[in-house]
């Protein structure tokens, strides 16, 4: 029977799967989360791409909490990419976008600091 102490690698049954991670359950009767962080080093968006019920996996145990239960890890036992992908920065926008911004953003400060230019709202009292 393996001892499932901080560092140990085990193989586990996943016995249930939730939005936030997957339990696992050993054959010493143990049973232990691996938080939807944990599952691989891309973004998580559906735990169940990747996990299912009944599928039997190996994890690293991270530790226990402060309640004793088991903090396990899929994700440390993958190799790392060599690149985590980063989100696509956004460009610019066109000289068009930014000339009509700049129009309104003007338009705007020289309605506040003359007093609005418009009518005051109404509002109807009721009878």
Not at 91 to 103: D, M, N, T
Request: charged share 35%; net charge positive.
């Amino acid at each position: 029977m393996v001892q499932l102490d901080s560092g140990a690698v085990a193989e586990g049954r996943v016995t249930r799967v939730t939005d936030f991670g997957a339990f696992i359950q050993f054959e010493n009767g143990e049973t232990g989360l691996v938080h939807i962080s944990q599952i691989a080093h891309s973004f998580v968006r559906n735990i169940h791409d990747h996990v299912r019920e009944g599928d039997s996996v190996e994890v690293k145990v991270l530790g226990r909490d402060e309640r004793g239960r088991l903090d396990l890890s899929i994700k440390e036992l993958l190799e790392e990419p060599e690149e985590v992908p980063r989100p696509r920065a956004i460009g610019r926008q066109s000289p068009q976008f930014e000339a009509k911004l700049r129009s309104f953003m003007r338009d705007a400060k020289e309605r506040t600091t003359t007093g609005g230019g418009g009518k005051k709202p109404t509002t109807k009292r009721k009878k």
